[in-house]
């Protein structure tokens, strides 16, 4: 059998349907002690005193505040408020007790003396630094133009013209296991359990801070409850609890509650672009012009997004004159952070309002006015120097048209019988694989099972089942032999983990290349314990056949034979085992794309989904089933972000949507059907031939269903998310 391109039900999935997950919250530590963090209940204030002498009640260890170790790119690079503080939740004190509700009593106990600033909310208006969000500090602490061509002599000599500010909230990643850590303390050593994308990463960072203190830190991952981004990098409470473990020389736990997640995680998107764009009279995109404003918060490490949306703005399209003036603005909010699509879906919402905006103004049909536009020939390269790869957008255009066609005609069967109806359509780009490499580790064991171990660290994504479908055709060994294990900075020695797409790809490459060593390697015992040359034999379907005689050894003979002691002597030149290590990394991006099209009726305001299709070229698929899951997902989050997600502040600063009574996430109330649809023709350059799907649909959905809607309204839209208030 042939593994990739099958749809293989999840390996991973039987133990935690089943409730044998073991997520952080789960595992606890003997005689550990629980910590509790005291956040700021205010956006912006000089902090003049911590009196912690309350806190120390019976059963608590110890208390400390002003916590000032450097730390990479966090406010003001310190992970507790020492003598500002810049946002409603910033850490500004900690409690060690023997049990968490000893702790969070004690931390009402600590008085907080500090003295309100005014606060910065609005990114368009702080550029103009009346108000400081750091004091003595600029607002505006990140500027970069990227530009092509001329796009203002383009404009002016458009025949058409459109210009709007396109506003794309800020959003919470919400994912269903909060954030925590566990140090677990022993001299010169430290063992961190830890929901993080990338176990190398957070050891990284770690050492950094604390390898004066310690020899070394091992990061394991546990079964991880969602991410999307979020937890990718460590936050202020992971140093928090390191040095609490150091300082009291015990074990520490700390878990958030879910409005600590709201407040403290890094949140997403955040964008403002005011944006100008001109056509010629037949719907000929000749130039944009767009002034992109990222709300960074209180700390600068979001910056890259920006960078990201308007290297990608000009999306599949081939307009050559454009500007992109990218302007990070410090607020007083929660830091910003990369969520599923980091800085891509941004892109894809501004560069489909304009075409949509254009077509409407040249009274032009959705898809004649893409087809026109479309980029005709791969590889291609964008005005800002990225190099898309591969694939045929046309002909995925112009499956999309069939079932945009169909859709339409049912809309207007609805509509004439009173219903408010729209139907969108959008065609999108998406980058991923960010590099630079990834590692896997591939042993074949003496009873012939295969072990592989990969860098990527995935949490949910069905990565360990294609890593299986992956190796088990290339050595042709059983799926059910292979086992795939990760999380674990002790198993590999370097990587980097899952983001951006880019598991499957390069994990899955490295792997392939690790299965490369390993066949060779059995080529070479086998020829040993055959009496053959090595070029008599030939690797095939999981084992070693001379094809002068046809005699063969299975690779399990060859395991269970390189590990026999044959009575206490090696007697071969070769070395023993069967084992390869091996990395991948790709020179450039990958670029897959596709399109959504969706149907949505407005009942009372709420916009319900009545049909929704998506389609993708992401290269060689190797398990459409799970491909397509996250594509579902996706598209949920993609919907709750188009008409449900929004995290506000009022204009001091103050948190207004801090728990799930406010702050909206799509239910299975909201779920719809989804069909989904793909292509391969557009393939990366790699031994396997793959590109990522995890973040496409976060891409396409918002620029479709907001088009829908705002057919349905009959009004242009250029706000995410737009809500029944809104839409009424």
Not at 438 to 459: F, L, N, T
Request: hydrophobic residues 40%; contains cysteine; glycine residues 10%.
């Amino acid at each position: 059998m042939t593994y990739v391109g099958s749809r293989i039900r999840r390996k991973e999935d039987e133990r935690l349907i089943s409730g044998k997950g073991k997520y952080i919250d789960d595992i606890d530590s003997p005689e550990s002690l629980f910590l509790a963090i005291l956040r700021s209940q205010v956006p912006h204030a000089k902090l003049k005193r911590v009196d912690l002498s309350g806190a120390l009640i019976s059963g608590v260890v110890d208390v400390f505040a002003g916590l000032n170790i450097k730390v990479e790119n966090r406010p003001r690079n310190f992970p507790m408020a020492t003598d500002e503080i810049l946002y409603e939740g910033q850490p500004i004190a900690a409690v060690l007790a023997k049990d968490r509700y000893v702790a969070y009593d004690a931390l009402e106990n600590i008085s907080v003396e500090y003295e309100e600033l005014p606060a910065v909310t609005d990114p368009v208006q702080a550029i103009e630094e009346r108000v400081s969000a750091v004091e003595g500090g600029k607002n505006l602490v990140y500027t970069k133009t990227y530009a092509s061509g001329d796009p203002y002599s383009a404009l002016e000599r458009a025949d058409v013209k459109v210009e709007a500010k396109l506003e794309i909230s800020r959003v919470y990643p919400a994912a269903m296991e909060t954030r925590g850590i566990i140090v677990n303390y022993s001299p010169d050593y430290l063992t961190v359990y830890a929901p993080t994308q990338s176990p190398h990463f957070m050891r990284r960072y770690l050492l950094d801070a604390f390898g004066g203190q310690v020899k070394d830190i091992r990061v394991i991952q546990p079964d991880v409850g969602g991410a999307f981004g979020s937890k990718l990098f460590p936050y202020a409470e992971d140093y928090i609890a390191v040095y609490a473990a150091l300082r009291s020389r015990r074990s520490v736990k700390w878990i958030s509650t879910r409005s600590e997640d709201i407040r403290s995680t890094y949140h997403g998107r955040g964008q403002i672009h005011k944006v100008k764009a001109g056509a010629t009279k037949d719907g000929v995109l000749v130039g944009i012009i767009d002034e992109l404003y990222i709300d960074l918060g209180a700390a600068s490490h979001g910056t890259y997004l920006a960078d990201i949306a308007a290297t990608m703005l000009p999306g599949p399209y081939s307009v050559k004159d454009i500007v992109v003036k990218v302007l990070g603005v410090h607020t007083n909010k929660t830091p910003l952070d990369q969520y599923r699509g980091a800085g891509r879906p941004e892109a894809s919402f501004v560069i489909e309002r304009i075409i949509d905006m254009i077509a409407d103004e040249v009274r032009m049909d959705p898809i004649d006015i893409r087809r026109k536009n479309l980029i005709r020939t791969l590889p291609y390269k964008n005005p800002f120097g990225l190099l898309y790869d591969s694939g045929d957008y046309f002909t995925l255009l112009e499956r999309a048209e069939k079932v945009y066609r169909e859709m339409e005609s049912r809309a207007r069967d609805l509509s004439s019988l009173g219903r408010k109806v729209g139907v969108g359509f959008d065609f999108y780009l998406e980058q991923n694989n960010f590099g630079p490499w990834e590692s896997a580790s591939v042993r074949v064991r003496g009873d012939g099972k295969v072990e592989v171990i990969i860098g990527a660290a995935p949490h949910g994504q069905g990565t360990a089942t294609g890593i299986a479908q992956i190796v088990a055709d290339e050595l042709g060994v059983n799926l059910e032999d292979v086992e795939v294990k990760w999380g674990d900075t002790a198993m590999i020695g370097e990587a980097f983990g899952t983001y951006g797409s880019r598991s499957l790809t390069l994990a899955g490459n490295a792997a392939i290349l690790a299965c490369n060593k390993v066949k060779e390697k059995a080529m070479k015992l086998a020829a040993q314990f055959m009496r053959s040359d090595v070029q008599e034999l030939r690797y095939e379907q999981g084992r070693v056949t001379n094809v002068k005689t046809n005699k063969f050894m299975t690779l399990k003979e060859i395991a269970a034979r390189s590990m026999s002691a044959l009575g206490g002597v090696w007697r071969y030149k070769e070395e023993p085992g069967l084992e390869g290590t091996a990395y991948f990394g790709l020179n450039n991006y990958t670029y897959p794309y596709g399109s959504h099209v969706v149907m949505v009726e407005l009942i009372e305001g709420k916009p319900k989904v009545l049909d929704y299709y998506a389609i993708d070229d992401i290269g060689k698929v190797v398990n459409p089933l799970l491909a397509e899951g996250q594509v579902r997902g996706g598209v949920i989050q993609g919907f709750g972000e188009t008409v449900l997600e929004e995290i506000k502040y009022s204009e001091l600063g103050n948190l207004l949507t801090g728990n799930f009574s406010d702050y909206a996430i799509p239910t299975a109330f909201e779920g719809f059907n989804i069909s989904w649809d793909y292509l391969e023709t557009g393939k990366s350059d790699a031994p396997l031939p793959s590109k990522g799907i995890g973040e496409g649909a976060t891409i396409g959905t918002p620029p479709a269903l907001i088009r829908a809607i705002e057919r349905a309204i009959g009004k242009r839209l250029t706000k995410l998310p737009i809500n029944a208030e809104d839409i009424i």
